[in-house]
């Protein structure tokens, strides 16, 4: 009877105390990094759907974008998140850069105020972030203010972060430039677009989970 009594008192905590909340896991990146391919490329993975909006033109995604509950699995293990999809960082944003885009000076003006607010809820998340994915295009210098910005802002927050090297199947990716800007960090070289080496950056996703 006693034998009954703890394993029904053990089972009670372990259900109202022992469930873990799920992992959020943010992306984050400069603008056009593929930050929403590859937000797309797990969501569909797992789940079979998209959750983004991707787009050539920069700050394409100016709201948090969550999608909740994903499990992702891996060598006979599992987890559960919440994968959450931030806006693109950027040192400056000018209206001007968005008329290359055909569209006319209100429209510009107003994408550039979307992306500014953008910005600043991105770095707002970052506290409530469990771990980060910073996504790169490895097609270009990775030896940027905007990403040398995000990556100190992760450091001083002691976040868990997991370096993508995105665009490999472009020609010109160099995945090492990116390891040498960032040796602090484990990098995976990755297509969120084809899905090349999703795999690996499932494996690695694992190794800096907490």
């Given at each position: 009877m006693i034998k009954n009594i703890t394993k029904f008192l053990n089972?009670?905590?372990?259900?109202?105390?022992?469930?873990?909340?799920?992992?959020?896991?943010?992306?984050?990146?400069p603008p056009n990094s593929g930050k929403s391919t590859l937000a797309n490329r797990i969501s569909k993975d797992w789940l079979g759907e998209e959750m983004s909006k991707v787009s050539k033109i920069p700050h394409e995604?100016?709201?948090?974008?969550?999608?909740e509950k994903i499990e992702v699995k891996s060598k006979g293990k599992s987890m559960i998140f919440n994968l959450i999809d931030t806006p693109g960082i950027a040192t400056k944003?000018?209206?001007?850069?968005?008329?290359?885009?055909?569209?006319?000076?209100?429209?510009a003006k107003q994408r550039a105020k979307e992306a500014t607010k953008g910005v600043i809820e991105s770095i707002k998340w970052l506290d409530s972030m469990d771990c980060v994915l910073v996504v790169?295009?490895?097609?270009?210098?990775?030896?940027?203010?905007?990403?040398?910005?995000?990556?100190?802002?992760?450091?001083?927050?002691?976040i868990p972060v997991l370096v993508v090297a995105n665009k490999v199947d472009i020609k010109k990716s160099n995945v090492r430039k990116v390891e040498d800007a960032f040796p602090q960090y484990d990098v995976v070289g990755i297509s969120a677009e084809y899905g090349h080496n999703m795999e690996d950056l499932y494996n690695a996703l694992f190794k800096i989970v907490k």
């Open positions: 089972n009670l905590f372990s259900s109202v105390f022992g469930k873990k909340k799920n992992i959020k896991l943010g992306l984050y990146g995604t100016r709201d948090i974008v969550v999608k944003i000018d209206y001007e850069d968005f008329l290359k885009f055909n569209m006319n000076k209100k429209e790169l295009d490895s097609t270009i210098n990775p030896y940027s203010q905007v990403n040398i910005t995000i990556i100190g802002n992760l450091a001083a927050r002691d």
